[in-house]
């Protein structure tokens, strides 16, 4: 299966510990989607990345969070002291830029629950 | 502010039967839409997209169309089956926005066999 994988599926963690999730893109796309769905909402962008450059973060990435994606493949958000209120899914997608529009592949997605 | 709305939390269909999902939007920047489909539990399925120069785009059972004068497009699926059975949500993109969705809430279908 060559699509988008992330590690771990589920995280459950007590509140004020640090977690690390990771993301594997589709191995020919050069860009890389962070997103957050809380339940009965559609997907919230985070952060994106162009091979290894960051671009572009969101108001909703606090200070706490942290994004990198060394050498423009795989990709780690980590989040410092967690809250419950950073309970959520936690989706990576991956594309290939074209002209016209581009769409984005998700991976399974990594569910945290912060106690 | 939603800049993508799905009016219709849910929707129930006989099989066999068409579904019309809708959506609207405010941005007028936008220029991609999508369909995503999802299961519990797993990330969004690419389902079909259209660029903003068409107002139509078919892809098996699946069609969307675009009404960019309304600021509307809606996902046609004929004929419905049960497996189709999901929540499905649109997206809207825009290239001065390097392509970031922006998503609905979205709809829950149920296809009544």
């Known amino acids: 299966d060559t699509g988008v994988s992330q590690d771990p599926r589920h995280k459950i963690t007590k509140r004020g510990q640090n977690v690390t999730f990771r993301c594997d893109p589709i191995s020919e796309h050069n860009r890389l989607y962070w997103y957050r769905q809380t339940l009965g909402q559609g997907p919230e962008f985070l952060t994106y990345?162009?091979?290894?450059?960051?671009?572009?973060k969101s108001r909703l990435l606090s200070d706490r969070f942290s994004a990198e994606r060394p050498k423009g493949s795989f990709s780690t958000l980590e989040i410092q002291r967690t809250e419950q209120g950073d309970s959520a899914m936690y989706l990576c997608a991956s594309s290939l830029v074209a002209p016209g529009g581009e769409t984005q592949y998700f991976g399974p997605g990594t569910r945290l629950l912060v106690l | 502010d939603q800049q993508v709305k799905q009016n219709s939390p849910s929707l129930s269909v006989q099989e066999g039967r068409i579904s019309i999902l809708n959506c609207d939007y405010t941005?007028?920047?936008?220029?991609?839409f999508l369909w995503y489909k999802k299961y519990p539990a797993e990330g969004p399925t690419f389902l079909i997209s259209i660029s903003s120069i068409k107002d139509k785009n078919e892809d098996g059972r699946f069609t969307v169309f675009l009404n960019k004068s309304a600021k509307h497009l809606s996902l046609h699926i004929v004929p419905s089956q049960p497996g189709d059975s999901a929540v499905y949500f649109c997206?809207?993109?825009?290239?001065?926005?390097?392509?970031?969705?922006?998503f609905g809430s979205g709809t829950r279908l149920l296809v009544r066999p």
């Open positions: 941005n007028s920047m936008f220029d991609y």
């Open positions: 997206a809207a993109s825009a290239v001065k926005s390097s392509y970031k969705l922006i």
């Open positions: 990345f162009q091979n290894e450059a960051q671009l572009e």
